[in-house]
C-alpha cells in the first residue's frame, strides 16, 4: 500500500488546490475570512453581553450550581438551561 497522507491533509489539499485554480479563490478566501471576523468578534462584542458578567466568582459558582441542580432561573437570565 503506497504511503497517503492522513484524511485531514487530504482534505486541506483539496480546498487549497480548489481555491487556487479558481479565478475568484484569493478574493472568496479574504470573504470568508472576514465574515468569520465579523461574526465572532464584532457581533460578540455590541450584541451579546456575557451571561454572568457582574458577578463574583461565589456568585458565578452559586448560579452554575443551581443550573446544573435544576434549581429556580431568573426569568430575565439570557442563559437558560431546561
Known sequence: M??????ASRIWGFYRDGFRNMTWGRPLVWLIVLKLFVL???LRVFFFKPAMAG?????????VGERLAGGATDPNDTL???
Do not use: G, V, Y
Open 2 to 7: 503506497p504511503n497517503q497522507p492522513n484524511l
Open 40 to 42: 465572532f468578534a464584532i
Open 55 to 63: 458577578m463574583s466568582e461565589e456568585q458565578k459558582i452559586e448560579a
Open 80 to 82: 437558560t438551561l431546561n
